[in-house]
């Protein structure tokens, strides 16, 4: 009696090919089975894990080194907000005290001399200047000081900001830098300007042009701007 040869079964490449699991899918399995390599110690070590600089590290060593690079980034992150928790408690602290230096004030002339001050000294900028709808008496104007009538034309690139009251940080278009500044306008590289609707205009200029910029908190400008304003109301009329 005669065997027929038995052949091993073909192999079938598209078949393989279309059960084949891809990278994707091992790394999508590994991350729901966080502890696969616990069961398989010998695997874990078999691994090697590619370096961007050096040669291949054991993955305990590749997780040890982006857990201290993470580490490293959430201590400058922490630092980071740490920093500007001061910034703003140095700040509220400072618009307190303007609010109450505004409101001991008898007059208006010496509230708008307050403000000027205080600007000069919390914001670190190198010009204060100021834009007043409505003349002071005991005030004339000065180069920090002008007095111009709201409907003036020379005012008329500001008529956008001053409807919205919103402040604005950041580089000025040369033709406010003129007004604010005047001869002073190309030693301005940043502006803080703070628009105060039927008030006028204040501006604090620094030469450093990272000192305002688009994007910065302007929560304590709105404050100081609000403050000023209810202060300057207490002698309409």
């Known amino acids: 009696?005669?065997?027929?040869?038995?052949?091993?079964?073909?192999?079938?490449?598209?078949k393989f090919d279309k059960d084949r699991i891809g990278a994707h899918e091992i790394a999508a399995w590994l991350r729901r089975h966080p502890n696969f390599l616990q069961q398989f110690p010998d695997l874990a070590l078999s691994l090697v894990v590619p370096r961007e600089q050096g040669p291949a590290a054991s993955l305990a060593s590749y997780q040890l080194d982006i857990l201290r690079d993470k580490n490293r980034e959430l201590s400058r992150r922490l630092h980071e907000l740490f920093g500007n928790a001061q910034e703003n408690e140095r700040l509220a602290v400072r618009t307190h005290q303007l609010t109450l230096a505004l409101m001991k004030q008898d007059n208006a002339a010496a509230t708008v001399r307050a403000m000027a001050a205080s600007l000069a000294?919390?914001?670190?900028?190198?010009?204060?200047?100021?834009?007043?709808?409505?003349?002071?008496?005991?005030?004339?104007?000065?180069?920090?000081?002008?007095t111009?009538?709201?409907?003036?034309?020379?005012?008329?690139?500001?008529?956008?900001?001053?409807?919205?009251?919103e402040p604005i940080c950041g580089r000025l278009q040369p033709e406010k830098n003129a007004l604010l500044y005047g001869l002073r306008a190309e030693d301005v590289q940043s502006s803080a300007l703070l628009p105060l609707p039927g008030v006028g205009l204040i501006a604090v200029g620094s030469r450093d042009p990272n000192r305002f910029f688009p994007g910065m908190g302007t929560l304590f400008l709105r404050m100081m701007g609000e403050a000023f304003a209810a202060a300057m109301g207490r002698f309409d009329g």
């Open 1 to 14: 009696m005669t065997h027929e040869p038995v052949n091993p079964p073909m192999y079938d490449k598209d």
């Open 121 to 146: 000294e919390d914001f670190n900028g190198d010009l204060v200047r100021m834009v007043l709808f409505v003349p002071i008496a005991g005030l004339e104007d000065t180069d920090w000081l002008q």
């Open 148 to 165: 111009l009538p709201e409907a003036d034309a020379r005012l008329s690139p500001f008529r956008d900001c001053l409807k919205d009251g």
